[in-house]
């Protein structure tokens, strides 16, 4: 009965369901190397279409395990949707074996727990290029 009290007088947030939705995304820096990369994103809410934040991202894989050099801190980071479209919203990345970093929104589509993801996120250092996302995660 105790370990039931203690259950109730845990706040929502602490017994929402989170959810991890991976997959294959091609990644690329400027005119530097085109990376195959399994891509994995943590979600605040049980399904794509339900969350709000994207707790964590992470890449792997890859030429070399190059995916693993490309970082993404700052999260969380707000998803907006509204018509099949999935933006995330202001992700930074950190890309630590090509010169320059990127900053940008991540953007796509998303049905029936698929994440479509076709985003150009911009240089942040002028000359060094943008960085282009392309895959899915489920």
């Known amino acids: 009965m105790a370990a039931g009290a203690a259950l109730c007088a845990l706040p929502a947030t602490a017994m929402a369901q989170s959810s991890t939705i991976s997959g294959t995304v091609q990644v690329q820096k400027g005119t530097g190397p085109q990376l195959t990369c399994t891509a994995t994103a943590d979600l605040n809410g049980p399904t794509p279409e339900t969350s709000t934040e994207v707790t964590g991202f992470t890449l792997s894989g890859g030429l070399f395990g190059l995916c693993a050099t490309v970082q ?41 727990g ?17 960085c282009t996302v392309v895959g899915t995660l489920s």
């Open 72 to 112: 993404f801190p700052n999260t969380p980071h707000t998803i907006t949707q509204g018509g099949g479209n999935f933006t995330v919203d202001d992700v930074y990345a950190d890309t630590t074996f090509t010169a320059g970093d990127c900053q940008g929104d991540l953007t796509g589509t998303v049905s029936a």
């Open 114 to 130: 698929v994440v479509s993801v076709n985003a150009v996120l911009p240089e942040v250092d002028p000359g060094t290029g943008d």
